[in-house]
């Protein structure tokens, strides 16, 4: 008798007992199913890091491009009102046209007629004649919930008469 | 007295033991929310500074090139003791710094005015622009016309003007150099990252290293004949897109198919005929002959033409080609008569103004041509440029035969009879061509007589010495009424220096107390050559 007291009671749990351990237990499983939240977050914002990666080089590329531009062709009138595209000569004289296709913003070259994709997630482009010779155009991308633009202002360098 | 039971003491001690592993648990957890959300906004941060910053980069360069320019406007700095320099700016933005290239380039053939000269061709721009460990190089070329000498800081240019000067006392007529209005302006720039130096130039060591800065040079020169050939192929195209009020069709969502974008394009690329075929041209010399040609329509006086298509058009209207300095022609009837008897019929043949050439051309409101595009036509070059060197066609669009110019001389033999009898010769050049009409006139007859003796004209011979020679005038390019007033050549020789680093070097180290070279140094070339001496008559 002496010895079955104590085994009956290391056999069973106090109502504290389980509480603490069902409160462990939730916890624990709150925290695992955060975490799991936290992975899915991180991909996703490594996948946003990568979409401004690319977004970036796409506006180093335009930057670039419209910079050392001949001329701004298109719009061609010096107005508030902005166009979907832009078409310029580049710094080697040739055609080129900056518009939003289907499948995202591309530069198309007319003389070569190859057409490059600068960023595939690009909601809007918008370009504006705001003075004789400077261009204003802006870039808007929406990924989920985020949303990013760029908006820019640019002399063309390599004008002739 | 009894001891506790073990129940009583391990029930404080579970307790214990419990909420210490759950409060450590649930602060890591709170720690690595904390980490986590940090770090993902400073991932989203450092990469909006990243894009922020490769724009910097090019703001930078573009801030370099016009920082070059503005300098070289004014002067080059260096010029008295070396041929190149560097400049760093001091920036506002501890982040950023930038390095300024020149590199002064000359031309091989040296020129003589009162003494010889090398002249300064042009002066290379590189940039390095550095901001937050990334890179950006740029490149420009600044082009002069007419051409500076290259000893000396003064970017302004010189051409030959008659002076008269004193040489050992007495006075001498020299051509010498001095200064005239010169355009200048930074072209062909161009905007390089770092692993595309490399690619360009395999053997990039650094802009410090000016054989590497040549070398990107040559590769820059190297787009000129494709840059030449796209701007003529181009040029309806982008006057039209400027001109017209075309509209590119767009979804309702705004986006625009390639295909619609390409036959919009396709629709206002209708190249007259003679740029038509550019694309297919092999010639280099037609592809810059038309670059030439087609700026100068374009050009109105200022290097400030980034204007809208309708301002330019309107200053087109002001512009004027003209001949400052038409020849004085001879109407002296003894010197015709005396041209027509030593070179025979129809000498003198005469350069009639407007029907020949034309002196004057302005903008023609029928037609709406500018003055250029009519001189261009009215010198035969309306529908195609000519397949000779650039620097020909230049000169010869920038001259004009306005005269010819014939040389003669002659000799008479009178014969005195009664006293002192005797033969003797009278001779004489062109200016003397009265003298030589009145004896040709009288052959065989007594010109002087008295009563001891009588001279009469036994014969008289009238020779041709040259002609007719070609007399040429420069056109000048001009607003009336403004002191922009240039020579043509000038203007050409401008936009040549787009496509032509031809018969240029990067000049050795100047040292101080560094002298021109003297007349024994490469070709030299004397500029100005004589229209006609005073004995040769114009007409």
Same mark, same amino acid.
């Given at each position: &008798?002496i010895?079955s007291?104590?085994?009956?009671?290391?056999?069973?749990?106090?109502?504290?007992?389980?509480?603490?351990?069902?409160?462990?237990?939730v916890?624990?499983?709150?925290?695992?199913?955060?975490?799991?939240?936290?992975?899915?977050?991180?991909a996703?914002?490594?996948? *946003?890091?990568?979409?401004?990666?690319?977004? *970036?080089?796409?506006?180093?590329?335009?930057?670039?491009?419209?910079?050392?531009?001949?001329?701004?062709?298109?719009?061609?009138r010096?107005?508030?009102?902005?166009h979907?595209?832009?078409?310029?000569?580049?710094?080697?004289?040739?055609?080129?046209?900056?518009?939003l296709?289907?499948?995202?913003?591309v530069?198309y070259?007319?003389?070569?007629?190859v057409v490059k994709?600068?960023?595939p997630? =690009?909601?809007?482009?918008h370009?504006?004649?705001?003075?004789?010779?400077l261009?204003?155009?802006?870039?808007?991308?929406?990924?989920?919930?985020?949303?990013?633009?760029?908006?820019?202002?640019?002399?063309?360098?390599?004008?002739l008469p | 007295m009894?001891?506790?039971?073990?129940?009583v003491?391990?029930?404080?001690?579970?307790t214990?033991?419990?909420?210490?592993?759950?409060?450590?648990?649930?602060?890591?957890?709170?720690?690595?929310?904390m980490?986590?959300f940090?770090?993902?906004?400073?991932?989203?941060l450092?990469l909006?500074?990243k894009l922020?910053?490769?724009?910097k980069?090019?703001?930078?360069?573009?801030?370099? &090139?016009?920082i070059?320019?503005?300098?070289?406007?004014?002067?080059?700095?260096?010029?008295?003791?070396?041929?190149?320099?560097?400049?760093?700016p001091t920036l506002?933005?501890?982040d950023?710094?930038?390095?300024?290239?020149?590199?002064?380039?000359?031309?091989?053939?040296?020129?003589?005015y009162e003494?010889?000269?090398?002249?300064?061709?042009?002066?290379?721009?590189?940039?390095e622009?550095?901001?937050?460990?990334?890179?950006?190089?740029g490149?420009?070329?600044?082009?002069?016309?007419?051409?500076?000498v290259?000893d000396?800081?003064?970017?302004?240019?010189?051409?030959?003007a008659r002076? =008269?000067?004193?040489?050992a006392?007495?006075?001498?007529g020299?051509?010498?150099?001095?200064?005239?209005?010169t355009?200048?302006?930074?072209?062909g720039?161009?905007?390089?990252?770092?692993d595309?130096?490399?690619?360009?130039?395999?053997?990039?060591?650094?802009?410090?290293?000016?054989?590497?800065?040549?070398?990107?040079g040559?590769?820059?020169?190297?787009?000129?004949?494709p840059y030449?050939?796209?701007y003529?192929?181009?040029?309806?195209?982008?006057?039209k897109?400027?001109a017209?009020?075309?509209?590119?069709?767009?979804?309702?969502s705004?986006?625009?198919?390639v295909?619609?974008?390409?036959?919009?394009l396709?629709r206002?690329?209708?190249p007259?005929?003679?740029l038509?075929n550019?694309?297919?041209?092999?010639?280099?010399?037609?592809? *810059?002959?038309t670059?030439?040609?087609? =700026?100068l329509k374009?050009f109105f006086l200022?290097?400030a033409?980034?204007?809208?298509?309708?301002?330019?058009?309107?200053?087109l209207?002001?512009?004027?080609?003209?001949?400052p300095?038409?020849?004085?022609?001879?109407?002296n009837?003894?010197?015709?008569?005396?041209?027509?008897?030593?070179?025979g019929?129809?000498?003198?043949?005469?350069?009639?103004?407007?029907?020949?050439?034309?002196?004057?051309?302005?903008y023609?409101l029928?037609?709406?041509?500018?003055?250029?595009e009519?001189?261009?036509?009215?010198?035969?070059?309306?529908?195609?440029?000519?397949?000779?060197?650039?620097?020909?066609?230049?000169d010869?669009?920038a001259?004009?035969?306005?005269?010819?110019?014939y040389?003669?001389k002659w000799?008479?033999?009178?014969?005195?009879?009664?006293?002192?009898?005797?033969?003797?010769?009278?001779k004489?050049?062109?200016? =003397?061509?009265?003298?030589?009409?009145?004896?040709?006139?009288?052959?065989?007859?007594?010109?002087?007589?008295?009563?001891?003796?009588?001279?009469?004209v036994?014969n008289?011979?009238i020779?041709?010495?040259?002609?007719?020679t070609?007399?040429y005038?420069d056109?000048?390019i001009?607003e009336?009424?403004?002191?922009?007033n240039y020579?043509?050549?000038?203007?050409?020789?401008?936009?040549?220096?787009?496509?032509?680093?031809?018969l240029v070097?990067l000049?050795?180290?100047?040292?101080?107390?560094y002298?021109?070279?003297?007349?024994?140094?490469?070709n030299?070339?004397?500029p100005?050559?004589?229209?006609g001496?005073?004995?040769?008559?114009?007409?």
């Amino acid at each position: &008798m002496i010895h079955s007291a104590p085994h009956h009671l290391r056999g069973g749990f106090t109502l504290v007992e389980l509480i603490v351990v069902i409160g462990l237990f939730v916890l624990i499983s709150t925290f695992f199913l955060r975490g799991l939240q936290w992975v899915r977050h991180g991909a996703s914002t490594n996948e *946003k890091g990568m979409l401004l990666a690319r977004f *970036k080089n796409a506006s180093v590329l335009l930057g670039r491009e419209l910079s050392c531009a001949a001329a701004f062709l298109y719009p061609n009138r010096v107005t508030q009102e902005s166009h979907p595209i832009l078409v310029f000569k580049n710094a080697g004289n040739e055609v080129v046209a900056v518009f939003l296709a289907p499948s995202g913003l591309v530069m198309y070259n007319y003389n070569t007629d190859v057409v490059k994709p600068l960023f595939p997630l =690009t909601t809007a482009f918008h370009a504006r004649l705001i003075q004789e010779n400077l261009i204003e155009y802006e870039v808007m991308f929406q990924k989920d919930q985020a949303k990013f633009s760029f908006r820019n202002r640019l002399t063309p360098l390599n004008s002739l008469p | 007295m009894a001891s506790p039971s073990p129940s009583v003491r391990s029930a404080p001690r579970r307790t214990v033991g419990m909420a210490l592993p759950i409060i450590l648990v649930a602060l890591l957890i709170v720690g690595l929310i904390m980490f986590a959300f940090t770090r993902s906004s400073q991932s989203e941060l450092n990469l909006l500074d990243k894009l922020i910053s490769a724009q910097k980069l090019i703001y930078l360069v573009r801030t370099g &090139m016009g920082i070059a320019e503005a300098k070289l406007a004014k002067e080059r700095w260096y010029g008295d003791t070396k041929p190149r320099d560097v400049i760093v700016p001091t920036l506002d933005d501890r982040d950023a710094s930038l390095k300024i290239y020149v590199d002064d380039y000359v031309q091989v053939v040296a020129r003589r005015y009162e003494k010889v000269y090398r002249m300064l061709d042009h002066v290379k721009v590189f940039v390095e622009a550095r901001y937050r460990g990334n890179v950006m190089y740029g490149f420009g070329k600044f082009i002069l016309s007419p051409e500076p000498v290259f000893d000396g800081k003064s970017t302004i240019g010189v051409t030959g003007a008659r002076k =008269t000067i004193k040489v050992a006392g007495e006075d001498k007529g020299v051509v010498a150099a001095e200064e005239a209005p010169t355009l200048r302006r930074i072209v062909g720039m161009k905007f390089l990252h770092e692993d595309e130096i490399y690619a360009a130039v395999p053997t990039f060591a650094g802009m410090d290293d000016v054989d590497s800065r040549r070398a990107l040079g040559r590769f820059w020169a190297g787009d000129q004949i494709p840059y030449a050939r796209m701007y003529g192929r181009n040029l309806t195209l982008s006057e039209k897109l400027w001109a017209s009020s075309v509209e590119f069709p767009s979804s309702a969502s705004g986006t625009i198919d390639v295909e619609s974008c390409r036959a919009t394009l396709q629709r206002l690329d209708v190249p007259p005929n003679a740029l038509a075929n550019l694309e297919n041209v092999q010639s280099e010399n037609v592809l *810059k002959n038309t670059f030439v040609g087609e =700026t100068l329509k374009r050009f109105f006086l200022s290097t400030a033409w980034d204007v809208t298509r309708g301002r330019r058009d309107d200053e087109l209207k002001k512009v004027e080609i003209y001949i400052p300095y038409p020849p004085i022609k001879c109407t002296n009837a003894d010197v015709i008569a005396a041209i027509g008897k030593a070179f025979g019929a129809p000498h003198p043949i005469p350069v009639r103004e407007g029907i020949d050439y034309i002196s004057t051309f302005t903008y023609d409101l029928a037609t709406r041509r500018g003055a250029a595009e009519q001189f261009l036509i009215q010198r035969g070059f309306g529908n195609s440029y000519p397949d000779v060197g650039p620097a020909d066609f230049s000169d010869t669009l920038a001259q004009v035969k306005t005269a010819n110019a014939y040389k003669f001389k002659w000799i008479a033999t009178l014969v005195r009879t009664g006293e002192d009898p005797g033969t003797s010769i009278e001779k004489g050049d062109t200016l =003397t061509a009265g003298r030589c009409m009145f004896l040709y006139n009288n052959i065989g007859n007594a010109i002087e007589s008295n009563a001891a003796f009588t001279i009469s004209v036994e014969n008289v011979d009238i020779i041709p010495v040259s002609g007719p020679t070609p007399y040429y005038s420069d056109y000048y390019i001009r607003e009336p009424g403004t002191p922009k007033n240039y020579p043509l050549f000038t203007v050409l020789n401008f936009f040549l220096k787009y496509l032509d680093d031809a018969l240029v070097e990067l000049p050795p180290n100047k040292s101080p107390g560094y002298t021109e070279p003297g007349d024994g140094y490469g070709n030299i070339v004397d500029p100005f050559v004589e229209g006609g001496d005073t004995y040769v008559v114009l007409f």
